[in-house]
């Protein structure tokens, strides 16, 4: 028997047919994976930015790698903070809003309403 994700639940894919697991066999399966160490899922030597790295060049390198969320790491090694897809997205947003605003204003339009 094969097992794969389905969404976020595990496919379970026999001879005879293929489906979701039900509930308790997915808590037992999770709680089987997760009865060893932090230490043995982490990921070693994780990519990490600074709080000074260009907004731009994370958000890329977080879409070529398919991050989720990268570490903010200051200059002593310490993690200061976690950046996420949606924190990205909102800066995204913030930084288009206010680029529109400023496209009105230089029209002399009043901005749109939000």
């Known amino acids: 028997m094969a ?3 389905c969404g ?4 379970r894919y026999t001879a005879r047919r293929t489906s979701c697991l039900e509930s308790g066999k997915w808590r037992d399966a999770v ?12 990921s070693r030597n994780p990519v990490a930015v600074s709080p000074s790295s260009d907004m ?4 890329g390198l977080m879409v070529r790698r398919r991050f989720n969320h990268v570490p903010v790491i200051d200059d002593a090694g310490i993690i200061v903070g976690i950046l996420t897809s949606p924190d990205v997205l909102r800066h995204v947003l913030l930084r288009l809003s ?3 605003k400023s496209v009105d204003k230089a029209k002399g339009e009043a901005p749109a309403a939000a």
């Not at 976020?8 to 496919?11: A, Q």
């Not at 009865?35 to 899922?41: E, L, M, P, R």
């Not at 731009?56 to 958000?59: D, E, F, L, M, P």
């Open 56 to 59: 731009s060049s994370v958000a």
């Open 31 to 42: 709680s089987k994976s997760l009865a060893g160490t932090v230490a043995g899922a982490m």
């Open 98 to 100: 206010d680029a529109e």
């Open 3 to 5: 097992v794969h994700l």
């Open 8 to 11: 976020r639940l595990p496919l």
